[in-house]
T-cell receptor, first 112, second 114 residues
Framework: QKEVEQDPGPLSVPEGAIVSLNCTYS??????FMWYRQYSRKGPELLMY????GNKEDGRFTAQVDKSSKYISLFIRDSQPSDSATYLC????????????FGTGTRLAVRP | KAGVTQTPRYLIKTRGQQVTLSCSPI?????VSWYQQTPGQGLQFLFE???????NKGNFPGRFSGRQFSNSRSEMNVSTLELGDSALYLC?????????????FGEGSRLTVL
């Protein structure tokens, strides 16, 4: 079993929809949680960075972390065709330095 | 502010050869990490450097090595290339020391081994 599980999709939604992306994890030492967006043939771009449990909002994006359930989510409101990309969750622990453990990524397509 | 710069962007090698990839972090960033991305395994951690010292290493064979220079620039080397080394190699940097702050990635170096 992988430390971080993420549904690979693909997920196809109409423009304007609310998108929900999720990851589950098994390592209770994880304390830092990130979401990256990766366009085809590009490097990952950091979208959200959160520490421990709780919510964080940035524009159309909301990240939620539930450490008790070992479950993190990314919500995208008013989705746009430009949001079409692969979304990667990543996490690390206090002692793991910059060693991020990534999910496999969810491919999202937003239809005009 | 310029982002993380990786060179070369694309390269083709044959089995048994070696390759050196270069990474220039964001100005002022002192931590550099390397990751390998493949369709089958996703993103996997290779190593992490801070102040010219390797702080952490992933589960890769000794053919994979790296170093960091005093100006924070970093290189990674893969010797005796195998077909399975074909991947996108990503460098990331951040301002703080290990375990703190946000990690920013470059565009990657896409290696094809024939």
């Amino acid at each position: 079993q992988k430390e971080v599980e993420q549904d690979p999709g693909p997920l196809s939604v109409p423009e304007g929809a609310i998108v929900s992306l999720n990851c589950t994890y098994s390592n209770s030492a994880f304390q830092y949680f990130m979401w990256y967006r990766q366009y085809s043939r590009k490097g990952p771009e950091l979208l959200m960075y959160t520490y421990s449990s709780g919510n964080k909002e940035d524009g159309r994006f909301t990240a939620q972390v539930d450490k008790s359930s070992k479950y993190i989510s990314l919500f995208i409101r008013d989705s746009q065709p430009s949001d079409s990309a692969t979304y990667l969750c990543a996490m690390s622990g206090q002692s793991s330095g910059d060693k991020l453990t990534f999910g496999t990524g969810t491919r999202l397509a937003v239809r005009p | 502010k310029a982002g993380v710069t990786q060179t070369p962007r694309y390269l083709i090698k044959t089995r048994g050869q070696q390759v050196t990839l270069s990474c220039s972090p964001i100005s002022g960033h002192r931590s550099v990490s390397w990751y390998q991305q493949t369709p089958g395994q996703g993103l996997q951690f290779l190593f992490e450097y801070f102040s010219e010292t390797q702080r952490n290493k992933g589960n890769f064979p000794g053919r994979f090595s790296g170093r960091q220079f005093s100006n924070s620039r970093s290189e990674m080397n893969v010797s005796t290339l195998e077909l399975g080394d074909s991947a996108l190699y990503l460098c990331a940097s951040k301002a703080g020391g290990p375990g703190t702050g946000e990690l920013f990635f470059g565009e990657g170096s896409r290696l094809t081994v024939l």
